[in-house]
């Protein structure tokens, strides 16, 4: 079966990015033995993707986008054609800014989304997560529930307000975890039966004053967390207990500078194996490779290399585990490593694409 890459790119100017050179949605084939990528089809008309996350066995792309001349962000249910070309099937407000992450819940039933709400014009939402129902025909319902996030951090230039960056079930589906740049904190919720949220503070994990959370990924079978921080650069390496929720800390990398050029953490993924943590590095314009020890959850650098490009924003492994795709914002590039044993290998290809902003790989059937 065909290995499908998804790109999402800006395509109008935003004052928080250097440029806006993307046209839209893209479709690429990916080769899973040499990692090349061609184009197939690109998709007008959903604009400034954010984020994506598929449903390879509904055949479904969920992209966080925004819509022109409306207050808040959106997101757009998008169906997945044997040959990777993709068709609209609806749009649904978030209630909230600037769409930053979505992830679907393991059962498929509902879509998470956070809303970073960068800036918040007067009266507009600030909802900073929505849950979406999946119909049947995996169109978008409106949203089962909101939720708002209150509070401030010490970074007064970045941490005015509640900024949710990313948001993601447990694997078992019983709770729901925030990472708030804002707030230094994860916020964890009760995920009901209809899709709505309840605050469950008892699982809540606070970040040192200033840290600013961006990314969390978890293990499959829900017993450790990895949090990347982006504003003091660290990762972290938690573990949690599946039945109650609740997160205690196993270690901290400190992510060194190099040189002149600052450390911004950005993307995290979890090797398939769980020994491996990739993270890309803005600014300095690097992926850096952790290993990660089985029985302490300790955390060691493996590697460290440039990226392919400038700001590596986002970055996908592909099905079988094989190679990483990292979108390199703003060197309008994809670049494709190898994987040799897990560990990151050389750049294998580079392909041209305007401001990709994100990146999602699946096995599509015919």
């Known amino acids: 079966m065909p290995v499908f890459a998804f790109v999402g790119s800006l395509t109008r100017p935003a004052p928080n990015y250097r440029a806006a050179n993307g046209r839209g949605l893209s479709t690429l084939r990916f080769d899973a033995a040499t990692g090349r990528l061609d184009p197939v089809a690109e998709l ?19 992209v966080a986008c925004d819509v022109p001349d409306t207050k808040q962000s959106w997101i757009a249910s998008l169906a997945i054609a044997g040959d990777g070309r993709l068709t609209l099937l609806n749009r649904q407000p978030t209630g909230g800014q600037t769409a930053c992450h979505l992830s679907l819940t393991p059962d498929r039933r509902f879509l998470l989304a956070a809303n970073y709400n960068a800036v918040v014009p007067a009266g507009a939402p600030d909802a900073a997560v929505a849950v979406f129902p999946v119909g049947p025909d995996g169109a978008l319902q409106p949203a089962a529930a909101t939720v708002q996030q209150q509070g401030s951090g010490p970074n007064r230039a970045r941490q005015e307000r ?31 039966d209809a899709g709505e949220l309840t605050p469950y503070p008892a699982a809540d994990y606070a970040l040192p004053p200033g840290s600013g959370p961006r990314h969390l990924v978890f293990q499959p079978d829900g017993t450790r967390l990895f949090v990347v921080s982006e504003l003091v650069p660290t990762v972290l390496s938690l ?20 040189g002149d050029a600052i450390v ?39 590697s460290r290399q440039p990226s392919g490009g400038a700001t590596p924003r986002d970055f996908a492994l592909s099905p079988d585990g094989r190679h990483l795709v990292v979108a390199n914002q703003d ?33 599509i059937s015919a």
């Open 44 to 62: 007008a008309g959903v604009d400034d993707a954010g984020w994506l996350t598929v449903d390879a066995e509904a055949r479904r792309l969920y």
């Open 162 to 192: 509640s900024h949710a960056h990313c948001v993601v079930p447990s694997p078992n589906g019983r709770f729901v975890y925030v990472t708030d740049l804002g707030l230094d904190r994860i916020i964890a919720y009760r995920l009901g």
């Open 239 to 258: 573990a949690v207990d599946p039945l109650s929720g609740v997160a205690n800390r196993l270690d901290a990398f400190a992510i060194p500078r190099r």
């Open 264 to 302: 911004q953490p950005a993307g995290i993924v979890l090797s398939p194996d769980g020994s491996r943590l990739f993270v890309g590095l803005r600014e300095c314009d690097e992926v850096l490779e952790l290993s990660i020890d089985a029985r302490t959850g300790r955390l060691s650098q493996a």
């Open 331 to 363: 060197a309008d590039r994809l670049t494709v490593f190898g994987l040799d044993g897990g560990r990151l290998g050389e750049p294998l290809h580079h392909l041209s694409i305007g401001t990709p902003m994100a990146v999602a790989l699946a096995t």
